[in-house]
């Protein structure tokens, strides 16, 4: 569907939603949709794309609502983006073409991004420069960044506050959010555009992506397959759980000053500990195949979530051990449903 073709519904406070079918980017303009406003979600499916199933699934859900409306593009084509935002702002005009861009679309992996580096600067940096000009030039007024925890690099503090100094980053990916927040802060600094910076912590939860350590793990139990263990599993992380980071990127998204938010559970686990749980959760052992660790991979991440619950009133509410069950539970289904064949290796 052209960005230009109006909406099937006009209702609500538009938004524009990038990155609409990845994880966390799906699940955010679904509450969004929830809650009455209208969603333009641009996303795109890129050739021998493996979990174009899960993004599939994703967008059908959104689709769903009426006041949802697609919009397939590969942001790194800067002027076919511009050509959409100018046929949008011409349908609204005088009001911008949207009321706020969240901007979750980015090329992810730590480890992945050490073979293609100038790929993630292309996605991950320039899109959102591009993206930060074309907000300016329609005055938008509010960007919301989607960062992550990585962004704290090689630092030794026991927590991560949003205060700190960053570390030195770890890979590629981690030097792209990096750079990309220092975009927003630049861009709200120099415009009456108001900006959100959040660093999510280790997501997961139904609908989450086949990469991330969860999903591996258990596809890896359930075939009996040999599980990837890198390191001595002794790495510590805190994860959180889809429907608690919504809440706080919606609650963040209210709060209209510029600030930045960490995003996590303050409870952290060690990898051994989470593999228990899920043997536990699968009924199966694990056949583990250990691998030296990564040097971009950090042994701990603890979130420091203090400000959120002082600035926005949130705190996570969903326990690892909950969170496990629902995600397994999703997942077993999912995985049975026609066209679900695909892994992610290692």
């Known amino acids: 569907m052209a960005i230009g073709t109006t909406p099937k519904k006009r209702e609500g406070t538009p938004y524009l939603v990038t990155g609409c079918a990845g994880f966390l980017g799906a699940a955010v303009s679904e509450a969004l949709l929830n809650a009455g406003n209208q969603v333009t979600g ?81 996605t991950n940096v320039e899109v959102t420069r591009h993206l930060l000009q074309l907000a300016q030039t329609y005055d938008i007024p509010r960007f919301l960044f989607a960062s992550s925890s ?72 359930v075939t009996q397959k040999p599980l990837a263990l890198f390191g001595s599993g002794e790495q510590e992380r805190c994860f959180t759980f889809i429907t608690d980071a919504v809440r706080g990127t919606l609650a963040a998204l209210d709060h209209e000053a510029s600030e930045l938010f960490n995003l996590g559970n303050p409870r952290s686990v060690r990898l051994l500990d989470l593999l228990r749980l899920l043997e536990h959760l699968t009924e199966q052992k694990a056949v583990l195949q250990s691998h030296p660790s990564h040097p971009a991979e950090t042994s701990l991440s603890k979130v420091d979530p203090t400000k959120a619950e002082r600035v926005l009133g949130w705190k996570p509410k969903v326990e690892l051990e909950e969170g496990l069950y629902k995600t397994f539970t999703w997942w077993k289904h999912f995985r049975q449903s026609p066209g679900q064949d695909f892994l992610v290796d290692d």
Request: net charge negative.
């Open 42 to 122: 641009v996303d795109f499916f890129p050739p021998n794309d493996l979990i174009r199933p899960l993004k599939t699934w994703r967008l059908r859900q959104l689709n769903l609502s009426e006041n949802f409306t697609f919009w397939e593009q590969d942001l790194r084509h800067a002027a076919q983006v511009t050509e959409g935002f100018a046929n949008r702002a011409k349908l609204l005009s005088p009001e911008p073409p949207w009321q706020a861009i969240l901007h979750f679309a980015a090329l992810p992996g730590v480890r992945a991004s050490w073979d293609a580096p100038g790929s993630y600067h292309e």
């Open 150 to 221: 990585t962004v704290y690099g090689d630092l030794k503090e026991e927590l991560f506050a949003e205060h700190l100094p960053l570390g030195k980053p770890m890979s590629p990916y981690a030097a792209s959010k990096q750079q990309a927040e220092q975009l927003v802060l630049e861009a709200i600094s120099s415009s009456n555009m108001s900006g959100t910076i959040l660093r999510y912590f280790s997501l997961y939860g139904p609908g989450g992506r086949p990469d991330m350590v969860i999903w591996r793990w258990m596809e890896a139990l």
